[in-house]
């Protein structure tokens, strides 16, 4: 049997690195929006693990802040659960093997809280145009 998730999607908040005795998981939401028959659109979260080993490298957490784009493939499940009004729920969780950074955030998040988010102004730089003596006719 072969069971895989593929999913690509923005992260909505940034990523959030959790200590254990077996080693550390980066834990981060990715969205996936349906739009029903009815015109409704709806979204599904799938909470993503990515387990590291002691000694792994967590450098990737840096990468994964607010507004990224990422592409993870893993192993789906499913987590049921009673809500706080007591109506049952079910979670769709992907513990990650692999994981890519397709846009990283905008430099703005990167920023630490309270700093200028204020860019400095690009002046448009002219295409480059061929020297007229180079052309054949």
């Given at each position: 049997m072969y069971l895989r998730l593929i999913a690509a999607g923005r992260l909505a908040r940034d990523a959030e690195l959790r200590s254990l005795s077996s080693g550390q998981v980066i834990r981060f939401?990715?969205?996936h929006s349906l739009t029903l028959s009815s015109g409704e659109e709806k979204t599904q979260w799938i909470e993503c693990s990515y387990w590291r080993n002691p000694g792994d490298s967590i450098e990737v957490l840096k990468h994964l802040r607010k507004g990224a784009v990422v592409l993870v493939?893993?192993?789906?499940?499913?987590?049921?659960?009673?809500?706080?009004?007591?109506?049952?729920?079910?979670?769709?969780?992907?513990?990650?093997?692999?994981?890519?950074?397709?846009?990283?955030?905008?430099?703005?998040?990167?920023?630490?809280?309270?700093?200028?988010?204020?860019?400095?102004?690009?002046?448009?730089?002219?295409?480059?145009?061929?020297?007229?003596?180079?052309l054949p006719f």
């Open positions: 939401s990715i969205p493939e893993g192993v789906p499940s499913a987590r049921f659960y009673t809500r706080q009004d007591n109506t049952p729920g079910v979670s769709l969780e992907c513990r990650v093997t692999n994981l890519r950074i397709l846009v990283y955030a905008p430099s703005e998040a990167l920023q630490p809280p309270g700093a200028s988010m204020q860019a400095d102004p690009v002046e448009p730089v002219p295409p480059e145009l061929p020297d007229e003596s180079d």
